[in-house]
């Protein structure tokens, strides 16, 4: 087995999950899941079980957790799901990665249209005319 595997799922409304799409480094599997017998539901989920328990092969995903809800959506009718212990190793979810790496900063209220006419407004209701007179003699940037 790979050290890595992608996988993506994607739905539409109302299927929980349409289709499976599992790529190693050098094949790229694409199961569909709409309509399928109890017995194919069966064989999908003893693959993905075994292929999420898997610790020497690390799980790619893009946004984990709503995959995770979709796959036991998608299982769940059929008596089975993911939510046990044991149940997932060495998953990476690059999303949170990405969320990680973005640095957000909050604007200073003085730096904004609304955020200064707000500090503003507190200033005139302290009477603090020195703030009033500060804030009125800034530029906005």
Known sequence: P???VGIDLEWSDPQPVS???IATPSRVFVVDCVNRTP??????????DWLLKREGTTK???????????????FGPHGRTF????HIASVLDL????????????????????GREGLLGEALLAENLDEVHRLGAEPLP
């Open 39 to 48: 017995l194919y539901m069966a064989v999908l989920h003893c693959l993905l």
């Open 95 to 114: 999303y949170m990665q990405r969320v990680r790496r973005v640095e957000l900063k909050e604007p200073r209220k003085e730096d904004t249209p609304l």
């Open 2 to 4: 790979p050290d890595f």
């Open 83 to 86: 939510g046990g212990k044991g």
């Open 19 to 21: 289709i499976i799409q």
């Open 60 to 74: 790619l995903f893009f946004g984990f957790p709503h995959d995770l809800v979709r796959l036991n959506m998608l």
